[in-house]
């Protein structure tokens, strides 16, 4: 079976979009355009029908108990943004300690680190090695004074999955707000924010195969209601949480592929996973000395990111050119910094360099998946033949006793 060049294996950056979702949302660029607001004419009032029914898609994928807890944004981050300050802000006279993960995504961190500026205090929780959190270092953490507790569902770079129940019955029986990032989970894993306990949820489209430029954040409306202070003003859209004109189409295929993303889960990790399994099992029948980053248990099915001793991250990134894959996460992958989620879970500086994080998706085959451990074992293979290091460890140098001359 032939393969199509180049071949697309970093979903977790951003996916392609379905076509069921294109063909969705392309009648609200030039039948049904009109704004959501207009609620005086014939072409609003569909325009509003429209972004009612992709409202009631992503709170059903959430598990959400009903739409009205759905807030429109622009993506995770803007996501991110609005429910870290915006609980900050909202709830500032009860309180000033916020808790989150030194692996979150950088929106979060951030958002963190923009609080600190004034004057809010942050506990920064470490990870294993499998790059999970410990709960007991979580309840001991919290305070009267915290007010929100920030852990991502499914972390971007090494796919692992957080005990999200656990972590929202803690934060519950405290009176904490848990506020989760779950841009990676949301289509992905099952998730259900009444079960789990979580009070606010940011997701966006573009990765479960929507469109990029629009993402939601649910915000709990009972037990307890969660209230926030808005970061953009103007006519009071979205219940007064995010001022602007509604993206009608974005909103339409934001549904559509939240609504398949749910239905056709089961099936597809499951054809996912098979793949995950026979390129992990292939690389390291034909490469030694590779190594997996994160938890293989707790773990979602697309993702695989693996260290391969003695080759330079970006010489393999290079030598494989016809394969997308990242090294770090998409977010900060223009810096030349080893991962910080790799360096929090201990992985050394010369392993995280190596890193190379693999993204399968819905659209990736069989065929793809056998021509990148091809691909990827012969590039390894060349690259250590040109390593010094390498013919040393050959040889069963021990190079953590070597003394290099010059240290």
């Known amino acids: 079976m032939s393969v199509q060049l180049p071949i697309y294996l970093d979903n977790h950056a951003t996916t392609r979009v379905d076509p069921r979702v294109v063909d969705a949302m392309l009648p609200y660029f030039s039948t049904h355009?009109?704004?959501?607001?207009?609620?005086?004419?014939?072409?609003?009032?569909?325009?509003?029908?429209?972004?009612?029914?992709?409202?009631?898609?992503?709170?059903?994928?959430?598990?959400?108990?009903?739409?009205?807890?759905?807030?429109?944004t622009s993506g995770a981050t803007e996501s991110d943004n609005l429910a870290i300050k915006g609980v900050a802000h909202m709830l500032r006279s009860k309180g000033d300690h916020l808790i989150t993960a030194v692996t979150e995504h950088k929106a979060v961190l951030d958002s963190h680190h923009a609080l600190e500026r004034e004057g809010f205090r942050v506990t920064w929780l470490p990870v294993d090695k499998e790059g999970l959190i410990d709960l007991q270092q979580l309840a001991d953490a919290i305070t009267d004074q915290t007010l929100l507790v920030s852990i991502m569902a499914v972390n971007n770079e090494i796919g692992v999955v957080q005990p999200l129940a656990a972590i929202g019955e803690l934060c519950h029986k405290r009176g904490v707000l848990f506020f989760c990032d779950a841009a990676q989970a949301v289509g992905k894993i099952p998730l259900d924010v009444e079960a789990m306990h979580i009070d606010l949820l940011a997701f966006t489209a573009h990765k479960m195969y929507g469109p990029k430029g629009i993402g939601a954040l649910y915000v709990r409306r009972k037990?307890?209601?969660?209230?926030?202070?808005?970061?953009?003003?103007?006519?009071?859209?979205?219940?007064?949480?995010?001022?602007?004109?509604?993206?009608?189409?974005?909103?339409?295929?934001?549904?559509?592929?939240?609504?398949i993303a749910t239905e056709e889960m089961a099936e597809e990790s499951k054809r996912i996973l098979a793949l995950r399994h026979r390129l992990h099992q292939g690389l390291s029948a034909r490469v030694p000395q590779i190594f997996l980053n994160g938890s293989i248990s707790e773990r979602t099915p697309g993702n695989l990111n693996l260290s391969f001793a003695y080759v330079e991250g970006e010489s393999l990134l290079m030598g494989i050119s016809d394969i997308a894959v990242s090294s770090g996460s998409a977010c900060t992958s223009s810096s030349l910094e080893p991962s910080y989620v790799l360096k929090a879970m201990g992985v050394g500086d010369e392993l995280a360099h190596t890193s190379i994080r693999f993204g399968i998706g819905r659209f990736n085959t069989e065929a793809e998946i056998d021509y990148a451990i091809e691909r990827v074992a012969d590039v390894v293979t060349r690259l250590r033949e040109m390593s010094p290091l390498w013919e040393m460890v050959q040889e069963g140098i021990d190079l953590s006793s070597v003394n290099w001359a010059g240290h």
């Open 33 to 72: 355009y009109g704004n959501a607001a207009s609620r005086t004419h014939s072409f609003g009032r569909t325009a509003e029908a429209a972004v009612d029914v992709g409202r009631g898609q992503l709170a059903r994928a959430i598990g959400a108990s009903t739409d009205k807890e759905i807030v429109i």
């Open 223 to 259: 037990n307890p209601r969660v209230r926030l202070e808005p970061m953009m003003h103007g006519g009071g859209h979205e219940r007064g949480l995010r001022s602007g004109t509604l993206a009608v189409p974005l909103i339409v295929a934001f549904g559509e592929a939240a609504r």
